[in-house]
């Protein structure tokens, strides 16, 4: 298990010298959402294709 305060020192020490604030954000954006997609999936919270087909076409 990797502790956030890590993968943030991790995640600013790959980019370049001239990075924005927008930049470091958007790349602590991009971990949260795969992070917490990757733990939903091995916790069973997902939906198949189809799934998501029959809910939008209810709409």
């Not at 990075?19 to 091995?42: H, P």
Request: proline letters at 2%; hydrophobic letters at 35%; charged letters at 40%.
């Amino acid at each position: 298990m990797s502790y956030a305060k890590d993968d943030a020192r991790k995640i600013i020490e790959s980019l370049p010298e001239h990075a924005t604030w927008d930049d470091i954000m958007y790349q602590f954006y991009v971990k949260k959402k795969i992070t917490d997609s990757l733990d939903a999936a091995e916790e069973g919270r997902i939906m198949t294709h189809e799934d998501v087909r029959k809910r939008v076409m209810k709409k």
